[in-house]
């Protein structure tokens, strides 16, 4: 069963994390899906996407414990990279990587009942790309997110510059499409020239985004059919056929 819908509204796609039942927790299939489907959007013609959860309790709980992801590989800029913009619709609980999810986005467009939380300092563990986070709202208050890990509201969010727009709980997801509609409209090269701007040259990668990204670009060569040729032909003691793929 897929763990996320995508449907696409003219040059917009809506990606939904359905799995309600489970507050829309990122399991390891959620990951992959998301990481795929995000590739094809950025080689597709579609010019902007949005990502939202399904229902208005949760955008996401965080990582499923009970079939743990490779969270970064739905991470923008790390399991996937992108110059479109992408803007995040978010309501209810947004947890620990889902946090780090959004944060990583062009926009967020909060619900009023949005709740960010990053609880991993209680929990023991971290995938450490949240320290992001610090480079993109005020310093001290990225580390009580972090290390004290108490939750934070949408007005408060949007006071700090995290979200950039508050709407009534349920609207989250039509303005967000409104907003991504104007954005569909406006000039690709324009946007994709800034969003790589300040991607590359303005806002600084922490140590776990770097990590993602290299892994991500070896794993490129590591699951390619060119080293499942390069090893047979190796085995058949013959020259090898590449294809580059």
């Given at each position: ?139 001290k208050v990225a580390m009580d ?101």
């Amino acid at each position: 069963m897929a763990q996320i819908t995508i449907e696409h509204h003219g040059k917009v796609t809506l990606f939904t994390i359905n799995r309600p039942a489970r507050k829309n927790a990122i399991c390891k299939d959620t990951a992959l899906e998301l990481q795929a489907g995000f590739a094809e959007f950025d080689a597709s013609e579609q010019r902007v996407a949005v990502i939202t959860g399904a229902g208005n309790d949760a955008f996401s709980s965080g990582a499923d414990v009970s079939n743990l992801p490779e969270l970064w590989r739905c991470i923008p800029g790390s399991g996937f990279t992108t110059d479109k913009p992408i803007i995040a619709a978010t309501a209810g609980w947004v947890v620990g990587g889902a946090m780090v999810l959004t944060m990583m986005c062009d926009l967020i467009v909060a619900a009023e009942n949005t709740k960010f939380s990053y609880p991993e300092a209680r929990l023991g563990f971290t995938g450490g790309m949240i320290a992001g986070l610090a480079a993109r709202i005020p310093h001290k208050v990225a580390m009580d997110l972090i290390l004290l890990g108490r939750a934070m509201d949408a007005q408060r969010a949007h006071g700090i510059g995290l979200v950039s727009d508050v709407v009534p709980t349920g609207k989250q997801l039509e303005v967000a499409m409104e907003q991504a509609q104007t954005l569909a409209a406006s000039a690709p090269l324009v946007l994709t020239t800034i969003k790589r701007f300040v991607n590359q040259h303005v806002l600084p990668k922490s140590p776990a985004e770097a990590m993602s990204e290299t892994i991500r670009q070896l794993n490129v060569v590591r699951e390619s059919a060119d080293i499942k040729e390069g090893v047979a032909a190796f085995r058949e003691k013959r020259a090898p056929v590449y294809t580059g793929r």
